[in-house]
């Protein structure tokens, strides 16, 4: 179970900024600009590379939700999503996540 099904799960607290039966969306806990947040699938898939046919309407979701979210916190004008796939790409937690940065 990775870090963030625990955050899911309610096990490990995090600062909530939206939920949906699909998708969560969570303030980093190490901020990288003023606005940092990961939009999380539930599901719990390792990297990018791992994505299925069958998983492209939630990807396609998160933009959803991020586009949504950031209208709703006021940095719509400008912001920053990414992915880190795989360790020397950077990623920490091998569940999927779309960063939003924003120094609005
Ligand atoms: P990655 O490097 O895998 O793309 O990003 C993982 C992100 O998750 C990092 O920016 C890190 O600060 C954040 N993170 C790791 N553990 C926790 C946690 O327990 N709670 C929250 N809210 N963020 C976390």
Redesign the pocket.
Known sequence: MT?FTK?INRE?P?EIIFENEKVIV?????PQAKTHL?IIPKKEIPTINDIQEEDTELIAELFFVAKNVAKNLWVSDWYKLHF?VGEKG????MHI?L?LLSNI
């Open positions: 870090i955050i490990i995090s969570i303030k980093d806990i190490n990961l880190n950077g990623q920490e937690v996540h960063h």
